[in-house]
């Protein structure tokens, strides 16, 4: 047991095993900032998998065709950015419940994407580059953390930093978060309440089809039907997770990485866990999540943006 232990806590704090957290947590982190802004307006869309899946799908198509991993990020840009155009113009423009426009962009962003990406399965990509500092990425431990990732990862901590700057230290960001608070008064003092939120919705499908577009372009050189693999949920728990707080997103993105990361790491070590259970550690990590946040709906839930989910239709 002692042994096993030991074995665990080596594994848990190699540099290795850091930098496949990073990895697996970016998609995540990029994913939940974009749906963070989108219901810090107001609006819930649960369509985050689907846009998901297709920017990877669109990223890899544009990267194989063009050879460059940036014509690739912004097709998987363009494409989440398209898929939230959608969901906006049903749910905004025509008043249609958000849950349940949110399920149908999932299950056709899943359908769609299969049908873009069939011509690409099977085929390979050079992957992402990654900084290459002289001396600094080479120091002991923090070199290759700190100033040896990709591009991906860089924007994703820079796009959690602007987000928090934005929504509170602009009057740009408070009008939105006012519009997410109470979108009759928002509304009433003369601010565009359909106007914001579509802006922020069309800013989380770029995101969410950012993070699509890192599974192809950096975290495997190549694109399968799927490969999303449910991150786009996790994603929306994180945001409950945070408490719609930028700056508690990057502790519950990298947590679940690790979580996500920890199973698959923990099976050479024949602990004699099935290796179905610790592969169901990410999603059952969510459930438990959600429950314990259900649980203390007083502190969580007031957190949460009075509008969100709420249907607005301006008096004419």
Not at 20 to 31: F, K
Not at 159 to 179: D, K, M, S
Not at 291 to 299: E, P
Request: charged share 5%.
């Amino acid at each position: 047991m002692l042994n096993a232990l030991t074995q665990i806590f080596e594994l848990i704090f190699s540099v290795n095993f850091i930098l496949t957290v990073i990895t697996a947590s970016t998609p995540l982190l990029l994913a939940s900032s974009g749906e963070l802004v989108a219901e810090r307006s107001g609006v819930l869309n649960l369509g985050v998998e689907g846009m998901m899946i297709m920017g990877a799908a669109c990223g890899f198509a544009g990267a194989y065709m063009s050879g460059s991993t940036l014509v690739g990020a912004i097709c998987g840009i363009i494409a989440g950015m398209a898929l939230a155009a959608l969901f906006a113009a049903l749910t905004l423009g025509l008043a249609v419940n958000q849950v349940a426009t949110g399920l149908a962009l999932t299950i056709f962003g899943v359908g769609l994407s299969g049908l873009v990406g069939a011509a690409f399965v099977g085929q390979k990509i050079v992957p992402a580059p990654h900084l290459h500092l002289p001396f600094l990425t080479g120091l002991p431990v923090v070199g290759r953390i700190l100033f040896g990732e990709d591009a991906f990862v860089y924007v994703s901590i820079a796009l959690v930093i602007g987000i928090w700057l934005f929504l509170y230290r602009t009057r740009p960001g408070l009008v939105l978060r006012a519009c997410g608070d109470n979108h009759a008064s928002a509304h009433a003092l003369g601010y565009p309440v359909l106007k914001i939120r579509m802006l922020a919705v069309l800013f989380g499908g770029a995101c969410a089809g950012l993070a699509g577009a890192f599974l192809p372009l950096s975290y495997t050189p190549f694109f399968i039907p799927g490969m999303t693999q449910g991150r786009g949920w996790i994603a929306l728990a994180l945001v409950v997770f945070a408490s719609w707080r930028p700056a508690r997103l990057v502790i519950g993105a990298y947590l679940f990485g690790a979580v996500s990361i920890l199973g698959l790491a923990l099976q050479p070590l024949n602990l004699g866990i099935p290796p179905q259970f610790m592969n169901s550690l990410p999603y059952l990590a969510t459930v438990v999540v959600l429950v314990l946040i259900s649980r203390t709906r007083g502190a969580a839930g007031s957190a949460a943006p009075a509008s969100l989910g709420l249907v607005f239709v301006p008096d004419r």
